[in-house]
C-alpha cells in the first residue's frame, strides 16, 4: 500500500513514494541513518527495535516504481501515545533534499498522528541541524533548550505542535502499529 500518488523530485522528474517500514528497509534506513546522523547514529537494533515497539508509524520513502530494490531515500518514526506523538527521527538523503520531500514527509507524519488520535506533535532537534527551520516553517514552538545535551556546545531544542484536522494533508497513510 502507498500513500496516495508519488511526488515529484528534482529537476530529473523523478518521483518518490511512502511505504511502511519493513524488515528489509531496516539495514538500508541505518545506513542512510549513519551517513546524514555521524556524530550520533541510531543503530540497526535500534531500528528493529522501533519496529517491533507498539503505537509506532514508520515509513519510509521511495523512488515510485522501485518495488523492493532496497534504495531508500527517506524514513520516519512517529511514536503516538494519544494524545500525544512524539515524532522520534526523520531523515531525508542529501540527494533528494530541496525539493519538498522532507516538508511532504514531516505533513505525512502530523497527518498520521492526527488520525490515530494524537493532537499534540513533539520533538526534539539539535540546535545546529538546518531541519529546525524547517520545523519552525510548520509552526512547531521551541518549548525548551537543553544545554549542551550533545556534546561539544551543541543544544537540544524540544518543539511542540498542536494539530488540527484543518491542517491534516490528504493521502494519509492511517497505519499506526498497535
Do not use: K
Not at 145 to 173: C, F, H, K, W
Amino acid at each position: 500500500m502507498t500513500a496516495g500518488v508519488g511526488i515529484p523530485v528534482g529537476a530529473s522528474g523523478g518521483a518518490v513514494r511512502l511505504e511502511p517500514m519493513r524488515w528489509w528497509h531496516v539495514e538500508a534506513v541505518a545506513a542512510l541513518e549513519a551517513s546524514i546522523f555521524d556524530e550520533s547514529p541510531w543503530s540497526l537494533e535500534q531500528f528493529y527495535a522501533e519496529l517491533a515497539a507498539p503505537g509506532r508509524w514508520l515509513q519510509v520513502v521511495v523512488p515510485d516504481g522501485d518495488a523492493r530494490s532496497g534504495s531508500v531515500l527517506g524514513y520516519v518514526d512517529v511514536a503516538v501515545a494519544a494524545p500525544d506523538a512524539d515524532l522520534m527521527t526523520i531523515a531525508i538523503a542529501p540527494e533528494v533534499r530541496g525539493g519538498g520531500v522532507g516538508r511532504w514527509l514531516l505533513g505525512q507524519a502530523m497527518g498520521a498522528a492526527l488520525a490515530a488520535g494524537a493532537r499534540t506533535m513533539f520533538l526534539e532537534v539539535r540546535s545546529d541541524n538546518p531541519a529546525l527551520n524547517l520545523y519552525l516553517s510548520q509552526s512547531f514552538e521551541p518549548l525548551d533548550v537543553r544545554r549542551d545535551y550533545y556534546g561539544s556546545g551543541i543544544d537540544a531544542v524540544v518543539m511542540r505542535r498542536r494539530l488540527t484536522l484543518e491542517q491534516a494533508p490528504a493521502n494519509v497513510m492511517p497505519a499506526v502499529s498497535s
